[in-house]
């Protein structure tokens, strides 16, 4: 099992409630990954970072922001929050390796947010 | 457009049968394939890795191939328990991508029954 740790792992909020997701990971993983995932669908990558204060913008268009002050802490903020925020939210991490090869990407156990 | 497309949508088997899950891919330049378990409620965990080079690749009870000609990739599941019940995703790394960008298939959702 793959050290990364995401907290809550379940959250129920009312609209504008401004939030943090918590993602860690003890791997020393340069890259970090956030993903988003509906019932039935692919993830896709709304944030990554290749390393300290380092982080772009994914595939997906997000409301939400993150930052990397620390190499091994990866949080997810929203603002404020709407009932389109409803969603499960995915933190990752990998290696940086040189060259062509990729390595493998850890995943946490995920944060089930709920807007109403 | 890079895309992964995954079938059966859903499948459900016998404890004990064997099962075979699809994968067709567009992704160009081509790194890697990779075939994800993702159990309710968890995050994926890598099964396989396989490289362009690589045409089988077993862990345990499951095996996948692939045939980056057709860019099909297929997992087999060997006499399924119930632990097996979960999602299978199909994840295809661009290799033209310095972040080693993941391309997601919606994944393949296994029932086993007892």
């Known amino acids: 099992e793959a050290d990364i740790y995401q907290t809550p792992r379940y959250l129920v909020i009312g609209t504008g409630k401004k939030i943090t997701l918590e993602c860690s990971q003890t791997?020393?993983?340069?890259?970090m990954y956030w993903y988003q995932q509906d019932p039935g669908m692919e993830l896709h990558l709304i944030h990554y970072s290749y390393g300290v204060n380092s982080t772009e913008k994914g595939d997906l268009s997000s409301e939400s922001t993150v930052s990397r002050i620390r190499t091994e802490h990866f949080p997810l903020t929203l603002e404020s929050a709407r009932p389109s925020h409803t969603s499960q939210y995915l933190c990752?991490?990998?290696?940086?390796?040189?060259?062509?090869?990729?390595?493998?990407?850890?995943f946490g156990p995920g944060t089930r947010l709920t807007v109403l | 457009k890079n895309q992964v497309e995954q079938s059966p949508q859903s499948l459900i088997i016998l404890e004990g049968k064997n099962c075979t899950l699809q994968?067709?891919?567009?992704?160009?330049?081509?790194?890697?394939l990779r075939w994800y378990k993702q159990d309710t409620g968890r995050g994926p965990v890598s099964l396989t890795i396989m490289t362009f080079s690589e045409n089988t690749k077993s862990n345990g009870r499951y095996t996948a191939t692939l045939d980056a000609d057709t860019k099909q990739s297929s997992l087999h599941i060997t006499a399924s328990q119930l632990s097996d019940s979960a999602s299978y995703i199909c994840v295809v790394t661009d290799r033209g991508s310095t972040l080693g960008r993941l391309y997601f298939g919606r994944g393949t959702q296994l029932t086993v029954w007892p």
């Open positions: 990752a991490s990998s290696e940086k390796v040189g060259g062509r090869v990729h390595n493998e990407q850890f």
């Open positions: 994968c067709n891919y567009t992704v160009s330049p081509f790194s890697n």
């Open positions: 791997m020393g993983h340069d890259k």
